[in-house]
């Protein structure tokens, strides 16, 4: 069983930045990726970014790709989101995972609660 506690969204204007933080806790493999997901009001979850257990492989969904930075600090059990130059259609809930596979949707073993990021216009 793994547990994901999401930490640090919040309420920012355009351009500004904002770090998201994932703490893990439970049995964690090493060969198990982690990553983000994103749920706008109204509009399907959808990938953001992802990261293996090394931090030598990440991958990022084509609307963040120069903007969002995912790193993992693993004596520390965290994964962290870099946002920077963040825009209002970034506003969703953001979502913790984890998966033994390929970090899709369908393949997602465990989901944090969500932390929610508002971006003003």
């Known amino acids: 069983q793994v547990q994901l506690v999401e930490s640090g969204g919040g309420l920012v204007q355009a351009g500004g930045s904002l770090r998201l933080s994932c703490a893990a806790s439970g049995t964690i493999f090493s060969n198990y990726r982690m990553g983000w997901f994103r749920q706008a009001p109204g509009k399907e979850r959808e990938f953001v970014a992802a990261?293996?257990?090394?931090?030598?492989?990440?991958n990022y969904a084509d609307s963040v790709k120069g903007r969002f930075t995912i790193s993992r600090d693993n004596a520390k059990n965290t994964v962290y989101l870099q946002m920077n130059s963040l825009k209002p259609e970034d506003t969703a809930v953001y979502f913790c995972?984890?998966?033994?596979?390929?970090?899709?949707?369908?393949?997602?073993?465990?989901w944090g609660k969500g932390t929610l990021v508002t971006v003003s216009s």
């Open positions: 995972a984890t998966s033994r596979s390929v970090l899709t949707i369908a393949n997602v073993d465990y």
């Open positions: 990261i293996d257990w090394s931090g030598g492989y990440t």
